[in-house]
């Protein structure tokens, strides 16, 4: 299995600051990486695909990057409504594995 | 706009079988390309893969779970199932299904997921 590793586990952050999360992959999984954000009692959402892509909808300060076996996802300014736990998830080779999460917290 | 909702017993007893359902509603399971997941996460714990399985039938499990899971799909339904044999008290968790679907470079992510279903295991 490929493992999926996060960094930082969690973070404390205020609104407008840049955020910056970090995801590495355990091997090569090219650009094979998801992004997603869950809120407390909630499914994920999706937020990036295939490493840069994002989602139809999703707010243009969310930005993902990276290839091979290391992923940033940035979010250029916090707002109140992205304080919640966000994951990166491969989907090169099965099965597919998702990082432990990065909590984003109030500052 | 396709929707996904889970169904299925919330308490299964040890030993038994949790048998869950996913019906999909405005969009044909038959969608090309698009595979059907299941996915678990355990009480304030991260996110587990446990599987998925095409509109043909042809299947995915992981292989932590495999000698324990089976999916089925029932395209004249629109839905899929999860059955999951033996279960114990690890297997308490939410239960989410999910449609992965391909992107560019056929990179598949899960982008329209159920609200979840939570399954307790106990006598």
């Known amino acids: 299995d490929i493992q999926m590793t996060q960094s930082p586990s969690s973070l404390s952050a205020s609104v407008g600051d840049r955020v910056t999360i970090t995801c590495r992959a355990s091997q090569s999984i090219s650009i094979y990486l998801n992004w997603y954000q869950q809120k407390p009692g909630k499914a994920p959402y999706l937020l990036i695909s295939?490493?840069?892509n994002l989602q139809s909808g999703v707010p243009s300060r969310f930005s993902g990057s990276g290839s091979g076996t290391d992923f940033t996802l940035t979010i250029s300014s916090l707002q109140p409504e992205d304080f919640a736990t966000y994951y990166c998830q491969q989907s090169f080779s099965i099965p597919w594995t998702f990082g432990p999460g990065t909590k984003v917290e109030i500052k | 706009q396709v929707q996904l909702q889970e169904s299925g017993p919330g308490l299964v007893k040890p030993s038994q079988t949790l048998s869950l359902t996913c019906t999909v509603s405005?969009?044909?399971?038959?969608?090309?390309?698009?595979?059907w997941s299941w996915i678990r996460q355990h009480p304030g714990k991260g996110l587990e893969w446990l599987g998925h399985i095409y509109y043909s039938g042809s299947t995915h499990y992981n292989p932590s779970l495999r000698s324990r899971v089976t999916m089925s799909v029932d395209t004249s339904k629109n839905q899929f199932s999860l059955k999951l044999n033996s279960v114990t008290a690890a297997d308490m968790a939410v239960y989410y299904c999910a449609r992965g679907r391909p992107f560019v470079y056929s990179s598949y992510g899960m982008d329209v997921w159920g609200q979840g279903t939570t399954v307790t295991v106990s006598s």
């Open positions: 405005g969009g044909s399971i038959n969608s090309d390309g698009s595979y």
């Open positions: 295939a490493a840069t």
